[in-house]
Structures are given as structure tokens and as C-alpha cells.
Nanobody, 120 residues
């Protein structure tokens, strides 16, 4: 099994910054991609940003220029630096890791989520 644990959420004022961290552990042979998703009350879960093992990134249009995803492959960890936060960024943020537990078994694991609230 592969466990994914997020940290770093909290309450921040509009215009402020937060950095989320996510670490994957367990039966990991390799990780292809890690990503951050978010879900606001009454809305569907959406992709915020993702990064491959090679460093290719993808961002939602709503966060481009404000959020930066980065990854430490040696630590199976991904980070999300969030700047110039807006009230509409308020959501539960989930981390996802997709990879292989061995040469033949794939995994896709989600964290439990961390709350980010942007409010004055």
C-alpha cells in the first residue's frame, strides 16, 4: 500500500501565501506523477496543478502565475507554493500520487486532504 499525507493548510488573509507539502510512502517502486486537487463546498474536485517525474508541470488557468508546484523525487514529496491567495481558493486540498508498487502493479493514492481558508 501507498500512503499519501498532506500538511500545511490553514487560514490566511487575501493576498497572503501558504505552502502545502505532500509525502508519499510505502510500497513505492516509482512515481510517475503527483498532483494537487481541490474541492470547495458544493463543487466538484478539480485539478490545481500536477508534476511528472521529469518535471513537466500543468496548472489550472485560475492559479497560473500565483501557484507553483515542485517536487523532490528522492523524498517522494511534492509541494504547492500558493501566493496572492484569493477567497475563491478556499477549499480542501488533496494530494494524489500515481505510480508503480513494483514492475507490474500500479497504484493511485489520495491523501486525506488539508483545509485552506482565505478570508479576512
Amino acid at each position: 500500500q501507498v500512503q499519501v499525507v498532506e500538511s500545511g493548510g490553514g487560514l490566511v488573509q487575501p493576498g497572503g501565501s501558504l505552502k502545502l507539502s505532500c509525502a508519499a510512502s510505502g510500497r513505492i517502486f516509482s512515481i510517475d506523477a503527483m498532483g494537487w486537487y481541490r474541492q470547495a463546498p458544493g463543487k466538484e474536485r478539480e485539478l490545481v496543478a500536477s508534476i511528472t517525474s521529469g518535471g513537466s508541470t500543468n496548472y489550472a488557468d485560475s492559479v497560473k502565475g500565483r501557484f507553483t508546484i515542485s517536487r523532490d523525487n528522492a523524498k517522494n514529496t511534492v509541494y504547492l507554493q500558493m501566493n496572492n491567495l484569493k477567497p475563491e481558493d478556499t477549499a480542501v486540498y488533496y494530494c494524489n500520487a500515481d505510480g508503480w508498487s513494483n514492475r507490474w502493479r500500479k497504484f493511485g493514492s489520495w491523501g486525506q486532504g488539508t483545509q485552506v481558508t482565505v478570508s479576512s
